[in-house]
């Protein structure tokens, strides 16, 4: 059972998302209307990450404990166990998708910060400019991004070897894209430890550092 509501945990976040294609969708659509415990746990998905973004964490705090206050004086213990554990459920479906959404949030917010057309120069090599402004795109859309991340993976250890090539001035950004495009594919993990590196070599007081510095602080 827990293997079912973990897959159809990660579906409904992909639909939800948008991150299905269209023949995916249609698939999705139609399973949703034949199955009633698949569309009532996408429904409820929906309604609490709506209801987290809307009222916050605090809020949500205090709900859940007027609804345990109020189960325990009116049901039965039995019925109550199976409640709260059917809530737990919902809570954590609900919290996993609501980080999923926050993280991918910051990295479309921190993407911007900076512009990949004040950044890349032309005059300097015009394929490796083409290069780094569809990656650096990819990785602010959140398009194509396990392939982007493989790439940007190549060229930031490419960037930081000691033989200068066509990469070695655009080091920071390729870095940064690199954190950027982990965030925007919901891995902390991966986007942290890029950005320890980066503390680094890049220190405190100057425009890379200090960015990465705030960013790490989101995190």
Not at 104 to 131: C, N, Q
Not at 163 to 173: D, K, M, S
Not at 181 to 192: I, M, S, T, V
Not at 203 to 216: F, T
Request: glycine share 6%.
């Amino acid at each position: 059972m827990d293997e079912t509501i973990n897959k159809n945990e990660e579906r409904i976040d992909r639909y939800l998302h948008g991150e299905m294609s269209s023949e995916e969708e249609k698939m999705f659509e139609a399973e949703l209307d034949k199955d009633e415990t698949l569309r009532r746990q996408a429904e409820t998905t929906a309604r609490i990450v709506k209801g987290m973004d809307a009222v916050g964490a605090e809020q949500d705090a205090l709900l859940i404990e007027q609804m345990k206050a109020s189960s325990e004086k009116k049901l039965a213990p039995v019925w109550w166990l199976s409640i709260a554990a059917g809530f737990a459920i919902l809570l954590t479906v609900g919290y996993h998708f609501y980080d999923r959404s926050a993280t991918m949030a910051l990295g479309r917010e921190y993407a911007s910060v900076f512009p990949t057309e004040t950044i890349v120069r032309g005059e300097e090599d015009e394929a490796v400019s083409k290069e780094l402004t569809s990656l650096f795109d990819n990785a602010a859309n959140g398009k194509d991004l396990d392939n982007t991340i493989e790439q940007l993976e190549k060229l930031w250890k490419l960037s930081k070897s000691d033989t200068y090539n066509g990469y070695t001035t655009y080091e920071p950004y390729i870095g940064w894209n690199l954190a950027i495009a982990h965030l925007c594919n919901n891995d902390k993990k991966e986007a942290k430890a890029i950005l320890n590196e980066m503390q680094l070599r890049h220190p405190e007081g100057s425009a890379m550092g200090d960015k990465v510095r705030e960013l790490m602080k989101e995190l």
